[in-house]
């Protein structure tokens, strides 16, 4: 077993790591240079996001109408490229 150093130790690097990543990933200049950049890549954009949801049943059909429509355009234009 390891001695009262070592259990020093382990306790100083289990209370250093935490912090550390906390300062480090936590800093605002960070995550402008790493996470903004790829926030376009991620996530759809604005435009695209549905803000507000059918409530009867006549306007989920047309929703779904729409997509299956808008799925089948981009399938033809896939084929049509090939």
Known sequence: MGGPNLEVF??????FVPIAALVHFGDPQWYRENVLPYKERL??????????LPKDQSA???ELARIKAERLVRRAAKRAEE
């Open 10 to 15: 382990k306790f100083a690097l289990y209370l």
């Open 43 to 52: 996530f759809p954009p604005e435009s695209r996001l549905l803000q507000t």
């Open 60 to 62: 989920i059909r047309e």
